[in-house]
């Protein structure tokens, strides 16, 4: 322990408790937050089922009824008056007019004209930047309480479309040339540079398939999905009103030789898959945001805290790999180890990806993505951020014990993001 003590003055608490770990082998208690009332919480977090994209049961629906569904639960969850709302920001990547979008569904939620809106995007991280930007508003005391969230109709996007009028000079910036890269190359780039096998990625695939499965059959999704009823035409052009409660994507029966049948998807030769790789879908989520002054004054339930959160750049042609850089950020600033944490949501973009940053950082599997993750029931892009943070609220509520939760993900043209939740029953 001398070593430790020499050190010491030099290292920043959680560097220390690092040492202490590596020299004695003991394990700690992760350090508790003082608990101020200028905090961020998360008072309500909900999400819509997540269909499949174009032949889904959202397919005839729009984005700002899905979106308006998930507002409404929230209100409705918590019993706040609409017009009490400081701010909304919605997530979303490829509607021209999120914007418009986010402004019906609030009117269609019942939440008057003179709550603003905005939306943002920063790809797949849209969910949880809105989120930040409603949190960013109340550190600042703009208003204490606002209205954070996502949407994606995936059904309605035109892959491929929208790069027609580029400046030629992009050509000639690598990194800019990159950003151009199909999603599903970087992942192959990802596999091939980091030595990710086709078989591990399917192994990873099928987990999150069979965990999904069973936190449905389990009934633990229920807390966080908000039933949402629509009219769906078949293909016979009849309407019918169906009531959705569950996600559509997951496939409880997949197995290693179902998935290593599957050819690769977009680079003859490779590993990635329609079975290895999210899903292309439609859903929304919406988180109620607020102070902890805010919260305690009204009576309102805190299913989490915020306490910490980054973004990072990383090289485009491996965009995949933001979780392994973001995440150690969020952990340094809130002076937290790896095994700090409980559980960690990372987003499933691919499988490639998913298990390079799973193993980079040396996380415990058990850990990550506890109920399933996005290639078994879902990446409804804008909205994915959002419902990440309602599957980590309601998991670490359900355990019913202090816990800490890392909500993450990569994003497209190099980015990489992470946010660390503490629940205090």
């Not at 209100?75 to 979008?101: A, Q, R």
């Amino acid at each position: 322990m001398e070593r430790i003590n020499v050190l010491a003055k030099h290292l920043s608490v959680s560097d220390k408790n690092r040492i202490v770990q590596e020299d004695t082998g003991s394990s700690r208690e992760p350090p508790r937050f003082p608990n101020k009332p200028d905090d961020v919480v998360v008072v309500s977090a909900l999400r819509t089922p997540i269909g499949k994209s174009r032949r889904g049961f959202f397919k005839d629906t729009h984005g700002d009824d899905l979106l308006s569904a998930a507002f409404t639960g929230v209100l409705k969850s918590v019993d706040i008056k609409p017009d009490e709302i400081g701010d909304i920001c919605i997530g979303n990547v490829n509607d021209g007019k999120s914007s418009v979008t986010a402004r019906f569904a609030q009117f269609y939620s019942g939440i008057p004209y003179t709550v603003p809106a905005s939306s943002v995007n920063r790809q797949c991280g849209s969910g949880l930047q809105a989120f930040m930007n409603i949190a960013g508003g109340i550190k600042n005391k703009a208003y204490p309480l606002g209205l954070a969230g996502g949407v994606e109709m995936m059904t309605k996007d035109k892959i491929g479309k929208g790069f027609e009028e580029l400046n030629s000079k992009v050509m000639d910036y690598e990194d800019a040339k990159n950003c151009l890269i199909p999603m599903g190359i970087t992942s192959e780039n990802v596999a091939e540079r980091y030595g990710v096998t086709r078989e591990r990625q399917d192994k990873f695939s099928m987990a999150s398939h069979q965990k999904a499965a069973k936190a449905t059959k389990e009934g633990h999704f229920k807390a966080e999905i908000i039933p949402v009823t629509v009219q769906v035409t078949d293909k016979n052009g009849d309407e019918k009103t169906i009531t959705v409660t569950q996600d559509e994507g997951i496939r409880p029966n997949t197995t290693m030789e179902v998935l290593s049948k599957l050819k690769p998807a977009f680079k003859q030769g490779g590993s990635t898959t329609a079975g290895n790789s999210s899903q292309t879908s439609d859903g929304a989520a919406a988180v109620l945001v607020a102070s902890r002054a805010e919260a305690e004054r009204r009576g309102l339930p805190i299913l989490g805290t915020l306490r910490a959160f980054a973004v990072t750049g990383v090289p485009p042609d491996v965009m995949g790999i933001g979780p392994a850089a973001a995440i150690p950020e969020a952990l340094k600033m809130a002076g937290l180890t790896i095994d700090d944490i409980d559980i960690y949501e990372i987003n499933e973009a691919f499988a490639s990806q998913a298990v390079y940053c799973v193993d980079k950082l040396g996380i415990p599997h058990e850990k990550v993505n506890p109920k399933g993750g996005a290639i078994a029931f879902g990446h409804p892009l804008g909205a994915t951020g959002a419902r990440m943070i309602a599957t980590l609220v309601h998991e670490q509520k359900r355990r019913g014990k202090r816990s800490l939760g890392v909500v993450s993900m990569c994003m497209g043209t190099g980015m990489g993001a992470a946010a660390i939740f503490e629940y205090q029953p």
